[in-house]
């Protein structure tokens, strides 16, 4: 089986937030084989990401046999060193490489979780992620709530609202998006005493390795991150440093299912937990059901409505059906923004 075209585009739906996750967001990847097979992926990047893929990864691949997906992940990663590394070449490579496991899944007719020695159909725990107030149906419909707070005033307020709607038992997490400091931080966990958070997600900017050497040190609330962060290398220093104990990686931009799984096993090694962002998708649910300890998956974002095929989560819990590869169906013709 060779591979005959690389193709990327980037849909654009309705409610798709009005910042750089429309103007640099979410590219649909599609390789196709001369075996009339079509594998799917998702990356990063928007136009940017899709231009890596015309210029440099498509002529790369084109010909090539996409079954060696490890290997071709190197030559991709090597045709974008000088410029790539991190960031939107990654995000790139990381639909190219979801596509090429979608491939192998397809070719082996068996769903990408069974592939990893996993199973369908089990019951996957899930989180959701709220930007504001829990609703009445969200604390109804889920067992486990993470709220984006990004500014530190009335954090601890918004925590016990929570808490007073979804009860003294199910996991409450917040996530801060980068823009504290330690000394935020610390005041707002001190603040938090006695509301059991899970955990504090990016506090400090991603690249801000010694703050989070300090913050674990001193944080009462166990620190998350991971999810700005690029390639297994890129985490290497993360868990050597025990920088965060529950790691994110974002599969659709950290350099792909090849890399995720690397950094699975790596955080196993040293006891870290792994909790991919937006894990709901099933870009990475499949490698949480298949290699996850301790299984929670955040929901899916709400704008990726044209990748079709997504279980529901359902009473906080979600389930992959047996379709081969990652189990997504895409209407081409009808991808929305793409004409
Ligand atoms: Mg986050």
Redesign the pocket.
């Known amino acids: 089986m060779k591979i005959t075209n690389v193709r990327a585009m980037q849909p654009i739906a309705d409610d798709s937030p009005p910042d750089w996750r429309t103007s640099l967001g979410q590219i649909l990847v599609a390789i196709d084989t001369d075996a009339g097979l079509t594998g799917y992926g998702v990356g990063g990047g928007g136009a940017a990401g899709i231009h890596v893929i015309q210029t440099v990864l498509r002529d790369l691949l084109l010909g090539k046999q996409p079954e060696a997906v490890e290997d071709l992940w190197q030559q991709m990663y090597s045709a974008t060193l000088a410029f790539g590394r991190k960031g939107l070449a990654i995000m790139a490579i990381s639909g190219v490489d979801l596509a090429l496991w979608d491939l192998r899944g397809k070719v082996a007719e068996q769903p990408i979780a069974e592939l990893l020695g996993g199973k369908v159909g089990e019951a996957i725990p899930t989180y959701i992620t709220v930007w504001d107030e829990v609703s009445p149906e969200q604390a109804a419909a889920h067992r486990a709530f993470k709220l984006h707070v990004e500014s530190a005033d009335d954090v601890a307020a918004l925590v016990n609202r929570t808490r007073e709607a979804v009860g003294p038992d199910r996991e409450v997490m917040i996530?801060a998006?980068m823009r504290w400091d330690i000394e935020t931080t610390l005041n707002v966990a001190a603040q938090l005493d006695g509301l059991d958070v899970g955990w504090i997600?990016?506090p400090l900017p991603a690249d801000d390795f010694d703050g989070y050497a300090e913050l674990v040190e001193r944080c009462p609330i166990p620190i998350a991150g991971g999810?700005h962060e690029f390639t297994a290398a890129g985490f290497r220093d993360i868990v050597e440093r025990k920088l965060h104990q529950v790691l994110?990686p974002d599969v659709c931009w950290v350099g792909g299912l090849t890399e995720l799984l690397k950094i699975y096993k790596m955080a196993a090694t040293a006891g870290l937990r792994v909790c991919p962002?937006r894990g709901a998708e099933l870009w990475s649910l499949h490698a949480i059901a298949a290699v996850d300890p301790h299984p929670l998956a955040e929901s899916g974002r709400p704008w990726m409505t044209w990748v079709g095929g997504q279980p529901p989560i359902v009473n906080g819990e979600i389930r992959l059906t047996d379709a081969p590869g990652f189990g997504v169906q895409i209407d081409e013709a009808n991808l929305p923004g793409c004409s």
């Open positions: 996530d998006w997600e990016e999810e994110q962002h």
